[in-house]
């Protein structure tokens, strides 16, 4: 069996490019649990991340205002729930 894993996608801005980027990690078919963590940084566009979030199974954490990749990168690991 293999062992759980989250993935971390800080984003900001870039809602148009969320959508193919969530279905490629979802596409290499991991063979254990796959845990997938939006965090938007303050993001202007992201009125639709949370319909983009949802269709993958994706949780979104959403920052009210933009703290830099290194800021959402640490929001997106204090929610993940896997070993790695």
Known sequence: MQPSVSVVMPI???ERHLRAAVERVIDQHYP???EVVVV???SVDGDQLAVVADRWGAELISRPKSGGPGVARMTGLEAVT???
Do not use: F
């Open 32 to 34: 254990g649990d796959l």
């Open 82 to 84: 896997t070993p790695l």
């Open 40 to 42: 938007d940084d303050g």
């Open 12 to 14: 900001r801005n870039e």
